[in-house]
């Protein structure tokens, strides 16, 4: 057990089991096998995780056996990003070598990006015309279709073909490894889309990708910090003037993926640059959730009226945007600063600061964290703390109440029942996968079966079809699953290591079978319930479930005799 790489914390929540060949953590729900680990702590993708691993160890491995439709996928992807590497080229060979490339270069030098910084993020150019790609795309044998999907090109109905970017500067988008996934364009004069992206394709995603981030990682890691700003140029000039540990969204507000790949990149320390303060309020209070996931806390740095990074440091120099960085003030209390600016200490004013903060607090999940802002806001504008707690409460009801109703349609009336047995079933697949000796028992009393929950019924058919080394169980299952959510379901239930005893386990199946049948017993009560009260409704989901029920019984019996 030790403190989690996955998530700040300073109790530790990471469990690992070394016979399973497992971990999970507890605080933030990551769980997998010995390459789901490598792969997140990595940021790299299986194939090349399992080709780490093997290195080490010093294990050759054999012709990769993939099923043809994964083969399809992998060779896709590659084809992608060869393509994306050779437009990269034809870009940034006409941004440094060509002619047409003076209009740019001049763009450039205006804007104060040197050639030495172009030329470590690869910048490049493209003129004005309609098929420069295209045409030049067709000299290196690329097929149309491929071009089409890497969204380079375009297309309405398959006859002609024009370029996406046309007469922009071209910012490439790497990968950790990078790899090239898409391109950025910027238009040298006023028109309009002053931006274009690549769209989504299937190596593009902008809310996992940051810009940037590919060259300045090691600058991240090193200073434990990052600035995340919201352009290109804004990047580039910081990084110029010797702030580089820095990234760029991708015209979008940052994600849950991206904090994580910053957060396993080994950054600790999160600061958001804004230009304004309507700008700076609105993505704080979009962040919170975000960074509250991840138990981080994170800064804003909103820069003085009328400059944004880009000319903020120009103005200034790195010294005073890293002094400024320094002080940059936590999401709540920047939050509760500018309410406090905008409504002021009156009456009125301190009603609606309390009002203005209500759906912020609300979201701090960790309620020390939670106690210690309201604390920190009954304080700036003195009022009392009880009565700050009473309002924020009083909102916090809203939100939770609401799924609750809207769940609550016919169909959905067991659903207190069902948690009733959710703990037994969870601990009865947890000792299947932690004790094998009594797999047979539960194949015999086919408590499977039964099981309330699908997912659990999933997985626990899957532990009676296992064939393997019951000690490769776990990480074999999890290496077998389609999703992060299963495999942390798996990890969850597989990391324990408590000294199971036959005796309980056969208790433990007998009671969860003995109370399913009493359910039996008290459905049947409902129906007479539901009969006597005429809620036909409620009487056709309790017959249904019944009749469900004996099924199940009959099969049993049925199995029994065979
Ligand atoms: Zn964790």
Redesign the pocket.
Known sequence: MGL????S?KTP??HVNPQRGIFH?F????GGNVFSFVMKREGIPFPEAVRMMADRYGITIPEPEMSPSAKRVESERETLFSVNKIAMGYFRNILFESPQGEVARNYLKNRGINGAIADTFDLGYVPEGWDHLVRFLDTQKVPRGVAEKSGLIVTKNKERYYDRFRNRIIFPILDLSRRVIGFGGRVLDDSLPKYLNSPETPIYNKSKSLYGFGKTKQACRQAGTVHIVEGYFDLLSLYMCGVEHVVATLGTAITQDHVRMLSRGGVKRFVLVYDSDDAGIKAAERSIPVFQKEFISANILVLPKGHDPDSFIREFGAEQFLNASTKAMGIIPFLLETAVKQYGLSIEGRIRIIEAMKEPLQVVGDPIARSLYIRELSHRIGVDEKAVIEKIKEQSDGPIRIPAISQAVPGNKTAPRQSRYSEMEKQIVSMMLQFPEIISECRDSQVVDYLESESLKALGRKILDYQGEPEDMASVLIAQSATDRERQMISSLAIGDIPWLHKNCVNLIHHYMGNRKKNEDSLSEQIRMAEESKDHELLLKLMHEKNNYSKLMKKKVHTRKR
């Not at 989690?4 to 998530?7: K, V």
């Open positions: 989690c790489p996955f998530h914390e929540s990471f953590c605080g933030c729900g990551l």
